[in-house]
């Protein structure tokens, strides 16, 4: 790649490493940036709505659908028995989710009809009218579910004896959270227009482009080059939309190919809410051993998750808890188990982090035991057990990959002495010996989180890059963007390979017609895998740049340069445009699809040992916070970030991600809490029972900083590394400076067991816990 000067930083507009405003921004403070439902509709559109179950385990006796057909509106009710190729969609090919239910139900609100009406209003109401008749079966929960292979196969890693934990000091037990909904702005939506022959257009909220095409051929059983899906933005993911959208995909492409008009399903919140999966919870079991210092010796821990009655991506997010139980520190002798437990709830699912927030906040949670357990600050025991450098004995992790890139000491170091941990917590100390009501509490806690889909497989992108003659290039990847950045990063990367302004690169909806075989925007890859595919489309399209000047103008190969906006050719500078019209002329090509797939890892989930991840991606917080001891409410003092993002591809648009990562991860661990009640139905399914955090619950004092003397080893694009997921983690300091507030009221003997979400209830039986010790 073209590595420009500091001047020609200044002369290009929006290359790498430069902040630049994200490209939708200025329409999304308008409102004018188009999503699914703003589309003009086709003529002849119509709606779909979903007849959805009252039961959470049943078997399905009869359905009568005569009320709902007669409802003025309706067009056509679809049932299983529609589906002309298979009823399932499964993303693991498990053949577990039914697009709508046949005889049994497995969770209260699955699907079991479709209505088609001319309005929304009129599909929606006619499904409620539905008479079914159930025989009742067994309902489960947490403790009481199936097998672990009823969701997804038992995961180990292990590394020297993990049995020797069994003789430690400490066991506990750690309910990390009831849950999380994923809560994007715009809800599930698919629009689907039928074309000639078997073809048909999908328009879907999705993060998974390529999957919804073959989820489709799939239940319509037709070739996935009959089915074109497109995305130009979603209003948020998250991870709750890389499955969870197959079925409205695929129940509007059935509709659309039997009625042959264009059909919309489009969910209220509270049907999107109890239809589509959430974060997965976890029951974190441990047995640790460590010495007198705090250092440990050996760890024995298994992860049971509720993944719902299917197995969707259990499996894999199972795993990652087990990658980042680790936290940041190095276990000499560790035994790790996940257990995926299928219950009668809706399937869980992606979730920023994938399962790595729950392995690290089981790990974090071993730390504080410690701490309490001797009586010493809980970052001091963090230090004593951080892994070491290469060589150091210490850098290899419980699944045998050697970290070789490990700055998670000098992050929290740098860190600790910039917002003055040392001298704040020793006045906090002081303020809760003399504060009857009022107790404060800070803590300082790292994040390691590894990069890479963990399904070797998945680590490929495809680009499609076009120069035109006028100097104009279209820029097309299979990344999707769900306000993340990742157009704009890719347009960076494009318009630095090209030194242009990136005003001349135009950003294309994502489209299976164009790049074929996508994975899925997820494991905080995009920018990695679509920017290095991008990037090697252009470098096609420039090598042949240069042949062409070379031929041309009689020069040798060294004296072609491309400068801002213009090429240097021997002593003449011609501007691009002119440059690429000449090409055009002498018949260069002028297009190239691009691919990269990511090196060096691979993974062997039967023997629990390889190398997962390409590199891993490092940060710090220290947060601080104030707890009313009689009511359990609590405020959010301050919290100070240092990340490391590699050398940043767009700095702005990377601390928007961090602070974003960091209130959401806050979110999770102390407001968000789903409910469901005795019959599995689902309580907490709107904004006014769920509580997503608002601006004011942002710290008061708010200081996020980039670890500018940080370059990614490998050679990612730009020496960069993601930022989309391990920024929600640095939120664990919110959990753990609660943990110490409600701690101080039993002068700080006692570990306070204060499991998540922390809500000001869980606080407020904590502190009464305490109090009576």
């Known amino acids: 790649m073209h590595k420009p000067t500091f001047e020609t930083y200044k ?15 200025h329409k999304h403070v308008a409102g004018s940036a188009e999503y699914i439902d703003d589309i003009p509709e086709p003529a002849g559109l119509l ?14 006796l009869s359905v009568d659908l005569s009320a709902v057909k007669a409802h003025p509106g309706v067009v056509c009710v679809l049932t299983a028995k529609d589906v002309p190729g298979v009823n399932d969609v499964s993303s693991g090919g498990r053949h577990d989710e039914p697009l709508l239910a046949d005889d049994k139900v497995e969770f209260h609100g699955q699907p079991v009809f479709a209505v088609i009406a001319e309005t929304r209003d009129a599909a929606r109401r006619a499904a409620r009218l539905a008479r079914i008749e159930y025989r009742p079966a067994l309902l489960t929960d947490v403790d009481a579910a199936s097998p672990a292979g009823a969701a997804g196969h038992r995961a180990w890693c292990s590394n020297g004896d993990g049995g020797r934990a069994d003789k430690g000091r400490a066991r506990l037990r750690l309910d990390a959270d009831r849950r999380a909904e994923h809560f994007y702005l715009e809800s599930h939506i698919a629009l689907a227009i039928p074309g000639e022959d078997d073809e048909v257009a999908l328009w879907s909220s999705t993060q998974h482009p390529s999957e919804i095409q073959h989820i489709v051929g799939h239940v319509l059983d037709i070739p996935s080059h009959a089915i074109t899906v ?8 998250f991870g709750g939309k890389e499955t969870q959208g197959n079925q409205f995909a695929a129940l509007a492409a059935l509709a659309a190919k039997k009625l042959n008009r264009a059909i919309k399903f489009r969910p209220d919140r509270d049907e999107d809410m109890a239809l589509t999966g959430k974060r997965h919870d976890f029951r974190m079991d441990f047995d640790v051993a460590f010495n007198g210092d705090g250092r440990i010796h050996a760890l024995n821990a298994n992860f049971a998750a509720r993944c719902g009655y299917s197995a969707d991506l259990s499996g ?12 940041s520190y190095f276990y000499p002798h560790v035994k790790l188990t996940s257990q995926p437990l299928k219950t009668h709830t809706v399937s869980n699912t992606a979730f920023r982090g994938f399962g790595g927030p729950q392995g690290m906040l089981g790990g974090e949670r071993i730390i504080e035991e410690i701490a309490y357990r001797l009586g010493k600050d809980p970052l001091e025991i963090r230090k004593a057990n951080f892994y070491g450098d290469v060589g150091s004995g210490r850098n290899v992790t419980p699944y045998h990959q ?14 600790e002495t910039s917002c003055d941990y040392q001298a704040r917590r020793r006045a906090i100390i002081e303020f809760n010996r003399t504060s009857p009501v009022i107790k404060k509490g800070i803590a300082l806690t790292p994040v390691k989180f590894g990069i890479s889909f963990t399904m070797t497989a998945f680590n490929q992108a495809g680009a499609l890059v076009h120069v035109y003659q006028d100097g104009s290039i279209h820029l097309n990847h299979g990344g999707t963007e769900m306000g993340q950045g990742l157009y704009t990063k890719v347009a960076q990367v494009i318009a630095e390979c090209f030194q242009v302004d990136v005003e001349r690169v135009k950003i294309t909806a994502t489209t299976t017609g164009k790049v074929p075989n996508t994975s899925a925007t997820a494991a905080s890859s995009g920018t990695d895998l ?17 042949a062409f000047a070379v031929e041309h103008f009689q020069v040798p ?22 440059f690429v019209r000449q090409a055009y002329f002498a018949r260069v090509q002028l297009s190239a699809a691009g691919f990269y797939k990511t090196p060096k890892i ?6 629990g040992r390889g190398t997962p991840f390409y590199y891993f991606a490092y940060g710090a917080a220290c947060s601080e916070v104030s707890i009313d001891t009689l009511t359990g409410e609590y405020l959010m003092d301050r919290t100070d970030i240092l990340h490391d993002v590699g050398k940043s591809l767009n700095p702005a648009i990377d601390i928007g991600q961090i602070e974003g990562g960091f209130v959401q991860g806050m979110g999770w661990l102390t407001t968000e809490e789903l409910w469901w009640d005795a019959k599995g139905r689902l309580r907490t399914h709107a904004p006014s029972t769920y509580k997503i955090p608002l601006a004011s619950d942002r710290p008061k004092i708010f200081n996020t900083r980039l670890a500018e003397w940080s370059e990614n080893a490998e050679p990612t694009i730009g020496r960069s590394k993601a930022v989309g997921e391990p920024p929600l983690m640095l939120a664990i300091s919110v959990l753990e400076a609660l943990s110490m507030a409600v701690a101080s009221v039993a002068d700080y003997r006692h570990c306070p067991h204060l499991d998540a979400p922390a809500t000001p209830e869980r606080v407020l039986m904590a502190v009464e816990r305490l109090k009576g010790m």
């Open 11 to 25: 002369l290009i507009n929006g290359p790498m490493h430069q902040s630049l405003r994200h490209d939708s921004a």
């Open 47 to 60: 709606h779909g709505a979903l007849g959805m179950s009252d039961r959470a385990h049943a078997e399905i």
């Open 230 to 237: 497109n995305v130009r933005r979603m209003g948020g993911g």
């Open 316 to 327: 894999p997010v199972t795993d990652r808890a087990l990658f980042h139980a680790d936290s």
């Open 402 to 415: 050697t970290i070789e890139d490990n700055v998670i000491a000098r992050v929290v170091e740098e860190l």
């Open 530 to 546: 679509n920017g290095m595919a991008a990037y090697d489309a252009a470098r096609q399209i420039k090598e042949r740049l240069v």
């Open 557 to 578: 190969p060294d004296e072609v340069e491309f400068l801002p906006n213009r090429l240097r050719v021997g002593s003449k500078e011609i501007p691009f445009p002119d």
């Open 602 to 607: 691979h993974w062997d989930r039967a023997a």
